[in-house]
């Protein structure tokens, strides 16, 4: 397992964009092809990711292009 939490994980993701900005399938597959200890059939860890982006300040949910 990585040594890192998921909000440093979802950071990496969205920080390895040149606009710093990424949708939630996108950070997901950061994740599964950077660290492949995280599969993408199992849902326990994205349940996480989701969680951590819901509360954590840090992150700042954007529409979607479509969705202006």
Not at 17 to 43: A, G, Q, S, V, W
Not at 58 to 68: G, H, L, W
Request: net charge positive; proline share 9%; aromatic share 14%.
């Amino acid at each position: 397992k990585p040594p890192f939490s998921y909000s440093q994980l979802i950071a990496q993701a969205i920080f390895s964009t040149p606009d710093h900005m990424l949708c939630l399938n996108d950070i997901y597959m950061f994740i599964t092809k950077t660290y492949p200890f995280y599969r993408p059939e199992e849902k326990g860890w994205q349940n996480s990711i989701r969680h951590n982006l819901s509360l954590s300040k840090s992150f700042v949910r954007m529409p979607r292009a479509n969705d202006e």
